[in-house]
């Protein structure tokens, strides 16, 4: 019966002294990007500003990309129109008029009439080839962002790792867990910055190219729509 009551009395005293060191312990504070971001060291500078390089020129060639892929369905009938009818004239002053990158590809080979077939289609093909690097531009920086980044975030660990082991060595026996954990922190932030920043990279660089590739089947189709209304009036003469 006495062992029985000291125990329920150490129990009643046990657990205000748990509760009191509980409340003793200080708060850790919440995690956020900006203190991630201080954390991660000098590489983090250069993971920032891919990201930011990244995010501008996505939403710019994107915008680009969007008009770019604007089609007027009543173009071709009325340029078939107008050729049929002879009047070359017209038929240029709508191409300048249109915004589309199917009417420049429709001006260049109406400049070219008269010449051989093969003359009209090599330069309808050098004019779309000109189109798509213009709308290629910066692509090699998301390209490059979405290589770099991890590299940057797997030399951010190397160099973490190796100032935590440096500090650890420097302290000697006064080494304790902070000293390793600050490297280590360190080196995890900007693994996970370069990782994080070159996965979007990645994804938006094939987004852009697979929206070029539509563009580019929309030009292939106008111009195959173009020479087949070429060689529709010789064949009516026929």
């Known amino acids: 019966m006495t062992l029985l009551l000291s125990l329920l009395v150490q129990t009643d005293m046990v657990e205000p002294v748990q509760a009191a060191l509980l409340e003793a312990q ?3 504070p919440p995690l956020n990007l900006w203190s991630l971001s201080l954390k991660g060291g000098f590489l983090m500078i250069p993971v920032v500003l891919l990201s930011l390089i990244t995010i501008y020129v996505f939403v710019e060639r994107l915008m680009v990309l969007c008009a770019a892929a604007r089609q007027d369905d009543t173009f071709m009938q ?9 009047d070359i004239d017209s038929a240029l002053n709508l191409c300048k008029k249109n915004t589309t990158l199917v009417a420049r590809l429709v001006e260049k080979g109406i400049t070219r009439l008269g010449r051989p077939m093969n003359d009209v289609l090599v330069a309808i093909e050098n004019e779309g080839n000109i189109e798509v690097a213009k709308l290629e531009r910066r692509f090699t920086w998301v390209a ?9 975030g797997f030399l951010g660990t190397v160099t973490g790792m190796v100032n935590a082991f440096y500090s650890m060595a420097a302290a000697g026996e006064a080494a304790d867990i902070t000293t390793l954990s600050s490297g280590i922190y360190e080196a995890l932030v900007t693994t996970v910055a370069g990782l994080a920043v070159g996965i979007i990279a990645l994804f938006a660089y094939n987004y852009l190219v697979s929206r070029v ?9 106008g ?3 173009f020479m087949d209304l070429l060689n529709e009036p010789a064949t009516t003469k026929k």
């Open 26 to 28: 200080p708060a850790v």
């Open 78 to 86: 009325r340029i078939k129109d107008y050729i049929h009818a002879g």
């Open 144 to 152: 490059t962002a979405a290589a770099g980044a991890p590299m940057l």
């Open 213 to 221: 590739n539509t563009v580019v089947n929309q030009l292939e189709t």
């Open 223 to 225: 111009t195959m729509e």
